[in-house]
T-cell receptor, first 111, second 114 residues
């Protein structure tokens, strides 16, 4: 499984944008970039995924670097409910059926 | 739409007891998964079912069995529980197992084996 690197923790303020970085320098051309989050005492929740182009959905935006060696999850206007652990996951052809969760980034939102 | 549901929410077992964790999804998904999450750790895949009638081992299958009862339901059985199986168990489903599909998770079953 290709490896991702994320900061252990980040902090932001309510109603401000949040940019969560992820490095994946060994990504291959066919790996998808997925983001999930896990709120306290809950199951993981799908956020967004992409391959090469930037992606937007109702929850967030995903900005993928041109060389695909890094990506950024953008929460446009953070709320207290966005406090969670955010996981950046690469999905390759060999291990496509599973999600490999690393340590993720613990996001704290200040009121 | 309930999504993915799991029962029970909590369970305490003694070493050597058996139990079955139940999972159901109402999204008409083809693929279903069982993960475990130990304290402070990421999730690890136990077993998965790519489609009705098939099951395959994941990273940590020892001590577990699974049954894909029908398209909606996927159960996980512990035949002889051990303290090392104390964990939170999550069921998930997706349209397919390809790397472009997202997985949807249930709320989890918190299992303690004493």
């Amino acid at each position: 499984d290709a490896k991702t690197t994320q900061p252990n923790s980040m902090e932001s303020n309510e109603e401000e944008p949040v940019h969560l970085p992820c490095n994946h320098s060994t990504i291959s051309g066919t790996d998808y970039i997925h983001w999930y989050r896990q709120l306290p005492s809950q199951g993981p929740e799908y956020v967004i995924h992409g391959l090469t182009s930037n992606v937007n959905n109702r929850m967030a935006s995903l900005a993928i670097a041109e060389d695909r060696k890094s990506s950024t999850l953008i929460l446009h206007r953070a709320t207290l409910r966005d406090a969670a652990v955010y996981y950046c996951i690469l999905r390759d052809i060999q291990g496509a059926q599973k999600l490999v969760f690393g340590q993720g980034t613990r996001l704290t939102i200040n009121p | 739409n309930a999504g993915v549901t799991q029962t029970p929410k909590f369970q305490v077992l003694k070493t050597g007891q058996s139990m079955t964790l139940q999972c159901a999804q109402d999204m008409n998904h083809n693929s279903m998964y069982w993960y475990r999450q130990d304290p402070g750790m990421g999730l690890r895949l136990i077993y998965y079912s790519a489609s009705e009638g098939t099951t395959d081992k994941g990273e940590v299958p020892n001590g577990y069995n699974v049954s894909r009862l029908n398209k909606r339901e996927f159960s996980l059985r512990l035949e002889s529980a051990a303290p090392s199986q104390t964990s939170v168990y999550f069921c998930a489903s997706s349209e397919g197992t390809g790397r472009g599909y997202e997985q949807y998770f249930g709320p989890g079953t918190r299992l303690t084996v004493t």
